[in-house]
C-alpha cells in the first residue's frame, strides 16, 4: 500500500512525510483491517510530525480521522462486516482496568494509545483499528466530510460540554479552524450564543456565516462578559486574554493537546471563581454521543481536499491558518 512516512519530526516546510510502498497490514486477534477512504488532517498530526509531541514509533503513518469500509476482520473480530464503513480516531485503545477506565474516564488511562502517533495511522492505503474503538458512521455524511468529526468534531464536542455552557448562554471561541467550525454548530443548534475570536479574518468571515453573533481578534474585548470559553487555538498566551472576558464563575476550556507556555498573570483574573481546565483526549461514548448530535443537526463541514502526496502542504496550510474548515486527505 501506498503510505506517508514520518522517519523523524521536523519543520513541516522541509516536507517530513515521504510517500512510499509498505507491506499491507495483517488483522489479528480483534482487530480490522479498514480500506482507507479519507483521512482528516489535524493540528495534533502538526504536532506529532513537527515533534511537539515526543515520538513514540518511528517510522510512524500520521492520520486519525480515518473514514474507510472493513475489509477483512482478525479472528476474533465480528462487530463489523466486510464493506461497513467506519471511523477510526484518536484513541486506539485502552487498558480497561486501570482506576480511569473503570471510572468512564478511559480518556486519562495511563496506558492509552493514540492512533498515528504511538500505532500507525491512516495517512495510507489501510489501517489497523481494534473494533471496540471503531465508530459505526452515520448515513448522509460523504467520507470526506465525516472525516473532521472523527477528532475536531469529537474534541470540539468534548470541550464545549466540560464548559458547562447552558443554553442561553455566552460562549466564546478561542481559535476557529475545524473544531471551533464544528463546535459552533452544535452551540447554536443547544440555543448558545457564540462569539468567535480569531486572528484571521476569513476565519471571522466563516465564523459569522456559521451563526456567531459577533467575531473579532484574539485580543478584542467582546460586547458582552461571557459564559464560558474555548480555547482551540494552541497559543499559551490566550488564557490571560480569555479569562479576563469571563463572568465570575465562569469556565475556560482548553481543547488541545499541546499549547505553548502560559504566561503569569494577576491573581484577579482567576478571583470570583473563575476554572480554568484542559480537556485531555476524548472517551468513546464523546465520540457515539456526538456522532448521534451531528446527525441530528445535521453538521455540515467545510473541507479543503488534498491528494496523499500533498500531505506535507495540507500540514503547512493548516500551520498557517490557510484552511478554512478542515483538511482532508482523499485516498
Not at 488483522?27 to 483491517?33: H, T, Y
Not at 480521522?65 to 484513541?91: H, M, T, Y
Not at 474534541?155 to 443554553?167: D, K, N
Not at 466563516?206 to 482551540?232: K, M, N, R, Y
Given at each position: 500500500?501506498?503510505a ?5 519530526p ?23 483491517l479498514?480500506?482507507v ?63 480511569y ?22 495517512y ?20 470526506l ?5 472523527l ?7 468534548r ?5 458547562g ?30 462569539f ?67 504566561p ?13 481546565r ?8 464523546d ?10 443537526i ?16 495540507a500540514?503547512?496550510a ?11 486527505l482523499?485516498?
Amino acid at each position: 500500500m501506498r503510505a506517508c512516512l514520518l522517519d523523524s519530526p521536523a519543520s513541516v516546510e522541509s516536507g517530513p512525510l515521504r510517500v512510499a510502498e509498505v507491506a499491507d497490514p495483517r488483522p489479528s486477534g480483534n482487530q480490522v483491517l479498514i480500506r482507507v477512504r479519507a483521512c482528516g488532517v489535524c493540528r495534533t498530526d502538526l504536532h506529532v510530525v513537527e515533534g511537539e509531541l515526543e515520538p513514540r514509533k518511528s517510522p510512524v503513518i500520521p492520520g486519525h480521522q480515518v473514514v474507510g469500509v472493513v475489509e477483512e476482520n482478525g479472528p476474533r473480530a465480528g462487530r463489523f462486516r466486510p464493506g461497513a464503513r467506519v471511523g477510526v480516531p484518536w484513541l486506539h485503545q485502552t487498558c480497561g482496568v486501570c482506576e480511569y477506565c473503570l471510572s468512564s474516564r478511559e480518556n486519562l488511562c495511563d496506558r492509552g494509545v493514540f492512533t498515528g502517533w504511538m500505532v500507525d495511522g491512516g495517512y495510507a492505503g489501510l489501517v489497523l483499528a481494534p473494533e471496540d474503538f471503531v465508530y459505526a458512521l452515520p448515513e448522509g455524511f460523504a467520507d470526506l466530510h465525516v472525516a473532521p468529526l472523527l477528532c475536531a468534531g469529537i474534541i470540539g464536542f468534548r470541550t464545549l460540554r466540560v464548559s458547562g455552557i447552558q443554553p442561553g448562554g455566552r460562549l466564546g471561541m478561542y481559535g476557529f479552524g475545524a473544531a471551533a467550525h464544528v463546535a459552533i454548530q452544535v452551540a447554536r443548534h443547544w440555543g448558545i450564543e457564540v462569539f468567535a475570536f480569531t486572528r484571521d479574518e476569513r476565519h471571522r468571515t466563516l465564523a459569522a456565516e456559521l451563526g456567531a453573533v459577533w467575531a473579532g481578534g484574539s485580543f478584542d474585548e467582546p460586547p458582552h462578559p461571557l459564559d464560558a470559553a474555548l480555547i482551540f487555538a494552541p497559543a499559551g498566551e490566550l488564557v490571560p486574554a480569555a479569562l479576563r472576558v469571563l463572568k465570575k464563575g465562569a469556565t475556560l476550556a482548553l481543547g488541545g493537546i499541546h499549547m505553548s507556555p502560559i504566561p503569569s498573570f494577576e491573581y484577579r483574573l482567576l478571583y470570583g471563581e473563575r476554572v480554568v481546565r484542559s480537556v485531555a483526549n476524548n472517551t468513546r461514548k464523546d465520540g457515539e454521543d456526538f456522532l448521534r448530535v451531528a446527525a441530528e443537526i445535521p453538521i455540515h463541514t467545510q473541507v479543503q481536499e488534498f491528494p496523499l502526496d500533498a500531505a506535507n502542504a495540507a500540514l503547512a496550510a493548516l500551520k498557517n491558518d490557510a484552511i478554512r474548515g478542515a483538511a482532508v486527505l482523499r485516498l
